[in-house]
């Protein structure tokens, strides 16, 4: 069977057409098909009706496709293949003799942590990813000397005039440049710059609060930020169901862990370097794809530039851990997870709950990659986008004789599994939430301190920003801090709430006990337009329950003149379960076949009558 499968795969990639096999006892039928093969070949006549062949773009279509390729059903196909190819690779097909050499695991909570699902590991490794291509090097930065150093005279031996002047340009440009006047301790460097016209502003933090009580299941914080002072000249103002970018760092205490692991001596985290970038976008946001040469500290670009802990680990990272791995046993394990043969366990390791990379360092403790090329390949740290839980437009408070403009955001805080503390948060809402714990502690102290948050206006709206010409009736579904947005949306439309545009919100929570974001805060009338559906175990139901049970209200909303239904949250549960609701509401009302339900709100959705914004 191994014969069997090599060789139609070698005759796929040689790109060469079979003949049609002569024998019907042949186990494998060709897997190509043209019209030149009718001409040249005679068909016999057929007693029966002709099976059909498969495609060369799609070996199969179907088990019995499988069954007739490979000669094994797919039950059994599957349990022996993890699909990542390793069973097509030399010396990976099941049933050849395959060598395994001893290999002893770290002994270190950290690895144990990983939970890799490795039994043994073969002595020979196929196709092992290659060591990837450093793009990001840091150098020191050298001040011009009136005495020539021994590197200076060595460079000038046997070089032409061009090479010296070369030389003497790039010590003059290396020596002018300096680390810019700015605090990175409360914003990102300059160079860390959002989609042009837009720059990282510090936002100072005029007012914070827990929305959620004690024993939430997740955490909430309310956010005034003070935007009295940001630039002008944007071309872009702050409105109803807008959203603010914010360019969270990297939790200080983690640089700083990652900065011990690799060894960077202290004395050179803070000082200035040369980063110098081959090519790609990074360390920018969103910036040309380009060679860049700029000044700054191996501790801005650790905390401001790239991710160490969001996304699963990716073989370019395997494969640097690897290379300067100096145990044998890491670096074996860390191959087999590059390697063919460990593609299964790769797969189930990306995955699984991702490990930040000072956890994969503790994990492989004898590697210790070089900063730069440790940069080369991690992911550039994103923004997060927030939307405003407020009217901008009438958010002002006096204060110091002076008149501050604020705009108010709502933050969950997220948490993952962490190896050593059980949790840790996101890289956003972690750093809100320390954000917001520093000025509650001083408050409480009878202090006051600035804190700041670093952001930029949004290039993100939510639909709610729009101004709609004519104001129909409009529901607004939300879960969680995805019911944040419509405040502000609904307090300026119920200033001037009539019959003919009255608003209605479905705010789903665990417990309103402890869960209701904003009550009392909505503004006039909340009582008459805002219902709390309670998921409390035991005795509560979803807000796509509550979807249903309001099939009336919601089929008498999307069939008026300029109607509207507005859906925000979570995509997973709340999101998909809304959206079923929404489909046998008009099953219901609508007298419809599911499938025309479907179509029925997709052409609301096209009509812009329904809009679903969830993540």
């Not at 959203?243 to 700083?256: F, K, R, Y």
């Not at 990716?314 to 191959?335: F, M, V």
Request: hydrophobic share 35%.
């Amino acid at each position: 069977m191994a014969s069997q499968v090599d060789r139609l795969l070698a005759e796929q990639t040689a790109g060469c057409i079979p003949e049609e096999p002569q024998s019907v006892s042949s186990a494998a039928p060709s897997l190509t098909y043209s019209d030149s093969d009718e001409q040249e070949v005679e068909e016999p006549r057929q007693t029966e009706p002709r099976r059909r062949r498969a495609s060369t773009r799609l070996i199969a279509q179907s088990p019995e496709d499988i069954q007739r390729i490979t000669g094994e059903t797919t039950t059994q196909l599957v349990s022996r293949c993890c699909g990542g190819g390793c069973c097509f690779s030399k010396g990976g097909v099941k049933g050849q003799t395959v060598e395994y050499e001893q290999v002893q695991f770290p002994d270190n909570d950290a690895y144990r942590s990983l939970n890799l699902k490795i039994d043994q590991i073969p002595a020979t490794l196929n196709n092992v990813s290659d060591l990837p291509e450093q793009t990001a090097f840091l150098q020191p930065l050298r001040r011009p000397s009136s005495v020539p150093s021994p590197t200076g005279s060595a460079l000038s031996v046997g070089a032409d005039e061009s090479t010296t002047s070369h030389v003497g340009d790039l010590e003059r440009k290396m020596s002018s440049m300096t680390l810019e006047n700015i605090d990175t301790t409360t914003e990102p460097p300059s160079f860390v710059q959002p989609h042009p016209p837009h720059h990282v502003f510090a936002a100072r933090i005029h007012n914070t609060r827990e929305l959620t009580g004690q024993g939430a299941e997740k955490r909430t914080f309310h956010f005034d930020l003070d935007v009295t002072d940001y630039p002008e000249g944007e071309d872009v103002d702050f409105k109803v169901g807008g959203a603010i970018g914010v360019s969270a760092p990297n939790e200080a205490s983690m640089v700083e862990e990652l900065l011990d692991i690799l060894m960077v001596p202290r004395f050179l985290r803070d000082k200035p370097v040369l980063l110098r970038t081959t090519k790609g976008r990074w360390p920018t946001v969103w910036g040309d794809d380009q060679a860049r040469e700029l000044v700054t500290t191996r501790r801005a670009l650790l905390t401001w530039c790239s991710d160490i802990q969001s996304y699963p680990p990716t073989k370019q990272l395997l494969r640097i851990l690897a290379e300067h791995a100096t145990d044998k046993n890491e670096k074996k394990i860390l191959l087999f997870l590059c390697a063919a043969e460990g593609q299964g366990v790769f797969c189930d390791f990306r995955t699984g709950p991702h490990v930040s990379v000072a956890q994969l360092l503790h994990a492989f403790p004898s590697s210790k990659p070089p900063l730069d090329l440790l940069l080369s390949v991690l992911q550039p740290l994103m923004p997060r986008f927030y939307s405003l839980s407020n009217d901008p437009h009438e958010s002002f408070e006096t204060r110091d004789g002076k008149q501050h403009r604020l705009v108010e955001i709502a933050v969950t805080v997220h948490e993952t599994a962490d190896w050593r503390t059980g949790t840790r948060t996101g890289v956003g809402s972690g750093f809100f939430q320390r954000q917001a714990l520093k000025v509650i502690e001083a408050q409480q102290k009878g202090e006051r301190i600035d804190v700041y948050i670093p952001m930029f206006k949004g290039l993100m709206a939510n639909p709610l920003a729009k101004q709609f010409i004519s104001d129909g009736p409009m529901l607004l579904i939300g879960a969680g801090v995805g019911i944040a947005p419509f405040r502000g949306f609904v307090q300026r439309r119920l200033k001037t709430a009539n019959c003919a545009n009255k608003v209605w919100v479905l705010q789903g929570v665990r417990d309103s006990l402890v869960d209701e974001l904003y009550s009392g805060e909505w503004g006039v009338h909340e009582d008459e337009v805002k219902r709390v559906v309670q998921s409390r175990r035991g005795e509560g139901r979803y807000v796509q329950e509550e979807v249903k049970h309001q099939a009336d209200l919601v089929w008498y909303i999307i069939n008026s003149v300029d109607g509207r239904v507005f859906v925000c949250g979570s995509s997973r549960g709340m999101g998909e379960g809304v959206e079923n609701a929404l489909v046998e509401v008009a099953m219901e009302k609508g007298n419809l076949e599911r499938e025309e339900a479907k179509e029925y709100w997709r052409l609301k959705k096209e009509g812009g009558q329904y809009i679903a914004e969830t993540w």
